[in-house]
């Protein structure tokens, strides 16, 4: 049986890749603090921990202990929106270790159990292309992955191992279910569990959807900064 271990396998894009990698015949070890959402779930072990913890990430490996992984994906992650009048050093804090401190103790304790000619998936988002108002954590955090997921591949090219960048658009799941904005060609777990999925089994180095959405936030990037200030001025504000 291939072995994944997924972050964020509790809610939203991860739940449902969890799912469907199961049904795939995999045994997948889902991690996030509310593993009695993969309660039930044939071929699913539930790894119930807070990942910016990094002795729960050690306690975590030892359970995996005597498994070499096909696939590892770091895919948990949150949110919390800026209000500039106030900036929040806390929830700052707060995002950068949930999305990316915690991906340096997986790599620390989990990078050696890769199998050579394995896989690693490091999930970002299409946010990179164009910095939005309100997201200056989260922006942040995922403008890191894609330089952490470029040096990653590098370093570990020798052992056959590729490192895939996921980039997804819009959503549907209980992270953007509070977003106060226009969310253009939202998509639905089910959507992007399958290009994830496609992407990874062609080893793709960068998995980013939807094409739309990309080529309009690429577009727009390319604008002279005072045209793209007055395109996104009433965006993501809200308030
Ligand atoms: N939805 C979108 O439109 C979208 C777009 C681009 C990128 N993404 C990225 O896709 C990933 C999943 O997003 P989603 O929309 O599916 O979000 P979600 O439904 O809110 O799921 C987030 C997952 O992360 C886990 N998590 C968060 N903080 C954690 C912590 N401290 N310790 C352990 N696990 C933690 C949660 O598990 P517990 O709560 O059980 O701990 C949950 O399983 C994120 O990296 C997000 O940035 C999403």
């Known amino acids: 049986m291939k072995q994944l271990l997924i ?10 890749l969890a799912k469907d990698y199961a049904a795939d015949g995999w045994h997948v070890w889902g991690c996030g603090r509310h593993g009695i ?15 910016t913890d990094k002795q729960a990430w050690q306690q975590a490996a030892a359970q995996v202990a005597e ?34 401190t915690s991906i340096g103790y997986c790599l620390q304790f989990l990078l050696p159990k890769l ?33 952490l997921a470029q040096s990653l591949q590098r370093d570990l090219l020798t ?16 992270l953007t279910a509070h977003n106060d904005f226009n969310m253009p060609w939202l998509m639905s777990v089910e959507q992007a569990s399958a290009r994830i999925r496609q992407g990874l089994a062609r080893r793709k180095q960068i998995i980013a959807f939807p094409r739309r ?10 604008l002279p900064i005072t045209w793209q200030q007055r395109l996104l001025a009433e ?3 809200g308030d």
Request: hydrophobic letters at 45%; a negative charge.
């Open 159 to 174: 052992q056959n191992i590729t490192v895939s960048e996921i980039q997804p658009g819009f959503v549907a799941t209980p």
């Open 235 to 237: 965006h993501p504000r």
């Open 67 to 100: 498994q070499s992984l096909d696939l590892i994906m770091l895919h948990a992650g949150t949110c919390e929106y800026q209000q500039i009048e106030q900036f929040d050093g806390d929830s700052f804090a707060r995002v950068i270790n949930t999305n990316l």
């Open 115 to 147: 199998k050579p000619g394995a896989q690693l998936a490091l999930t970002g988002s299409a946010v990179i292309h164009l910095p939005f108002a309100r997201a200056e954590a989260y922006g942040a955090s995922k403008a890191a992955i894609h330089y």
């Open 7 to 16: 972050t964020g396998a509790t809610s939203g894009i991860g739940l449902q």
């Open 213 to 222: 959405l990309l080529w309009t936030l690429k577009l727009i990037a390319h």
């Open 37 to 51: 959402a993969l309660g039930g779930i044939d071929n699913v072990t539930p790894l119930a921990f807070d990942i």
